[in-house]
């Protein structure tokens, strides 16, 4: 069963408040919750992708793009606040995204996969050897602003958390809405017989292109706002692993749903934290234990739960 547009953007608000109420009353949440919004906003560009077919194993690299474009924006040139890096940065990773782009839309299955991982790795290579960018170890960004209003320590943390409670909502707004246009709903179309939808008449190139890009745009707006979170960038960010991590999350996840990549993200960073915390020389095999036995029990993710309840009759 499908919301209605009304019914959805209804129950985003209600969970958009329910975030900001929670980060008000436990403000130990609020770190670890905007670092996996921040990861959910990755995400959801990822599972436009895996909705129409595509893997990619490179969108640590618009992530990096982004924390990159709004760290270098404060180191040299002095600008702060934590709206115009935004726009900066989703608008880098977005150049970017519209050049690949042009040569990524010709490719499907594993050769999208492995060329989006080499341009990721690319990227990498050539933030490690760049001493002026801090070479492997980074740089601490500039205390960010938002409004003329300092964002840094205790204080600021609320209004930094508001900020990634507000854009994961708008992106989980404009998925939505997206995906209930014609455009939108080519995706399970070119995934399942693209060749049928050329017939149809419609580009498969141009609605992959375009998919691309908006993947790229909230991949990127994610790694700024991780980026003013935690305070420093490098290169990780656009290492192998952290692309996996998105793939691993969306798995987790399932596409059942735009708010499928930020419940994923959030258990995901929660059972990290405390895995690390209890078992910090196993965690990563108690992270494979927990995708097994997702992959083995629910085959379409997390949310694919919510979905089968709304099935059965009341």
């Known amino acids: 069963m499908r919301y209605r547009p009304y019914q959805a953007l209804g129950l985003f608000t209600v969970v958009l408040f329910a975030l900001v109420g929670t980060g008000l009353l436990l ?73 690949l782009g042009l040569l990524m839309a010709r490719y499907r299955d594993i050769f999208f996969a492995m060329l989006s991982l080499a341009f990721s790795m690319v990227l990498y290579g050539l933030l490690v050897k760049s001493q002026m960018l801090g070479s492997t170890d980074g740089f601490n960004l500039a205390t960010p602003t938002l409004l003329g209003f300092s964002m840094g320590g205790d204080a600021g943390s609320f209004p930094l958390y508001v900020m990634a409670c507000v854009l994961a909502w708008l992106a989980a707004c404009g998925l939505y809405l997206y995906m209930d246009t014609p455009l939108g709903r080519l995706s399970h179309a070119i995934r399942d017989n693209e060749i049928r939808v050329e017939y149809m008449g419609a580009s498969v190139y141009r609605a992959i292109y375009i998919k691309y890009i908006i993947a790229a745009a909230l991949t990127g707006a994610g790694g700024v706002v991780a980026a003013l979170a935690v305070g420093h960038i490098d ?52 992270l494979g234990v927990v995708m097994l036995v997702i992959i083995l029990f629910l085959p379409g993710g997390l949310w694919s739960v919510f979905a089968h309840r709304r099935r059965e009759p009341s």
């Open 235 to 286: 290169p990780e960010m656009s290492y192998w692993v952290t692309s996996g991590e998105f793939v691993f999350v969306a798995i987790l996840a399932g596409t059942g749903s735009v708010l499928a990549p930020f419940l994923g993200s959030i258990i995901f960073e929660v059972a990290r934290s405390l895995a690390t915390q209890y078992s910090p020389d196993t965690w990563q095999m108690i």
């Open 27 to 99: 403000p130990a949440w609020q770190f670890l919750t905007t670092v996996a919004l921040a990861k959910g906003m990755a995400v959801l560009g990822l599972m436009l992708l895996l909705r129409t077919g595509l893997v990619s194993f490179g969108q640590g690299l618009f992530y990096c793009l982004g924390g990159y474009a709004a760290g270098s924006l404060g180191q040299f040139w002095g600008i702060t606040d934590a709206l115009v890096l935004l726009v900066f940065g989703v608008a880098v990773a977005v150049l970017v995204a519209a050049i």
